[in-house]
């Protein structure tokens, strides 16, 4: 793989990555501490609830899995919450998007295809850094979906961002 290649697809990756971040903490700024953490039935999660996954993944695949940081993830508990402060939530996600994007954006091109093993599973570090990115968009539109629901609210996420 080209350097140029590679720092075109950690530079995009980075900015999918902090774009994401930014429709999450707007849905948050928008709903009550009780809209975030709200279910229809126990087959649902809440806002918080994916946060909190989206969290736990982030950690643990660019974190841990690229970054050489511990694997402190408790996936169920990410599942089996069902309060607490929506502030905090919301700093530990900008925080936890934050130190991922500096790994990657930090990242030398030629670490792409070494191999890391998130999960149990090996894969090469430019897979981990996409399956982030691609599970950060997936729950970022569910919470979108989630926050014009409760809201009833255009969020403009579509307009021109400097």
């Keep these: ?18 774009r994401m971040a930014e429709y999450v903490s707007t849905c948050l700024a928008l709903l009550t501490e009780e809209q975030v953490w709200v279910r229809n039935s126990d087959n649902v999660n809440s806002v918080g609830n994916l946060v909190l996954h989206l969290c736990g993944n982030v950690r643990q695949w660019i974190g841990y899995g690229i970054g050489g940081q511990d694997d402190i993830r408790h996936r169920d508990a990410e599942f089996a919450a069902k309060d607490g402060p929506k502030a905090e939530l919301a700093v530990l996600f900008d925080k936890t998007v934050s130190d991922a994007v500096d790994v990657v954006a930090n990242l030398p091109a030629g670490r792409l295809i070494e191999r890391t093993t998130p999960q149990g599973r090996e894969v090469s570090v430019l897979e981990a850094i996409y399956q982030v990115t691609g599970h950060l968009q997936e729950h970022a539109g569910q919470i979108v979906f989630a926050t014009k629901q409760m809201t009833g609210r255009d969020l403009a996420l579509y307009k021109p961002r400097p």
């Excluded at 697809?9 to 990555?17: C, D, N, R, V, Y």
């Design 1 to 18: 793989m080209s350097d140029e290649i590679a720092r075109l697809f950690l530079e995009h990756s980075t900015i999918k990555m902090k």
